[in-house]
T-cell receptor, first 114, second 115 residues
Framework: NAGVTQTPKFQVLKTGQSMTLQCAQD?????MYWYRQDPGMGLRLIYY???????DKGEVPNGYNVSRLNKREFSLRLESAAPSQTSVYFC?????????????FGPGTRLTVL | AQSVTQLDSQVPVFEEAPVELRCNYS??????LFWYVQYPNQGLQLLLK??????LVESINGFEAEFNKSQTSFHLRKPSVHISDTAEYFC?????????????FGRGTSLIVHP
């Protein structure tokens, strides 16, 4: 079991460039999430997906798009990167019902936008 | 709506000393409560959780947390910390019935253990 995997681990972009962060989980979870983590701000939810084929905005969705490709994969796209998007991005997955509903997190992608 | 407050952004402590990381929440419905730990340059991982039953829950590495419904708190404690406990700790809450299953996280507490 690899758990939640994310690629790439590090990325440097110039302002205006685009990129896609990839996330996959092998735990058969129905829900997946994208967070950003900034110093002093904790975790902020960007987008989430309750199940394959559905996505919803979180707290800070502006400047991002997502795709739930299938049950395993959930990607985050920055169409035109801005320095304010410099952050560490975490993908997570979980069941969304029942008692075993804790989230499992990937190792993160450290993104710098110059 | 629910919210989580972690009262301390940073807690420095000496090795083998006791520590308490504070977490208070607000919610109009019953909740599940979680503590996650994030070691440097890693993702978050679950430390312990309260779902129901005994209000005192324990982790495998000596941490414990007590759910106090009247105080709406879920403070994390360890009687004797190790250098290896240096990490960021996040408290999270989600509703246990109905409503959104999306958890709300606190801003985190950085535990710094000095030799």
């Amino acid at each position: 079991n690899a758990g939640v995997t994310q690629t790439p681990k590090f990325q440097v972009l110039k302002t205006g460039q685009s990129m896609t962060l990839q996330c996959a989980q092998d735990m058969n979870h129905n829900s997946m999430y994208w967070y950003r983590q900034d110093p002093g701000m904790g975790l902020r939810l960007i987008y989430y997906s309750a199940s394959e084929g559905t996505t919803d905005k979180g707290e800070v969705p502006n400047g991002y798009n997502v795709s739930r490709l299938n049950k395993r994969e959930f990607s985050l796209r920055l169409e035109s990167a801005a320095p304010s998007q410099t952050s560490v991005y975490f993908c997570a997955s979980s069941y969304n019902r029942g008692r075993h509903n804790e989230q499992f997190f990937g190792p993160g992608t450290r993104l710098t936008v110059l | 709506a629910q919210s989580v407050t972690q009262l301390d952004s940073q807690v420095p402590v000496f090795e083998e000393a006791p520590v308490e990381l504070r977490c208070n929440y607000s919610s109009s419905v019953s909740v599940y409560l979680f503590w996650y730990v994030q070691y440097p340059n890693q993702g978050l991982q679950l430390l312990l959780k309260y779902l129901s039953g005994s209000t005192l829950v324990e982790s495998i590495n000596g941490f414990e947390a007590e759910f106090n419904k009247s105080q709406t708190s879920f403070h994390l404690r360890k009687p004797s910390v190790h250098i290896s406990d240096t990490a960021e700790y996040f408290c999270a809450v989600r509703t246990s019935s109905g409503g959104s299953y999306i958890p709300t996280f606190g801003r985190g507490t950085s535990l710094i253990v000095h030799p």
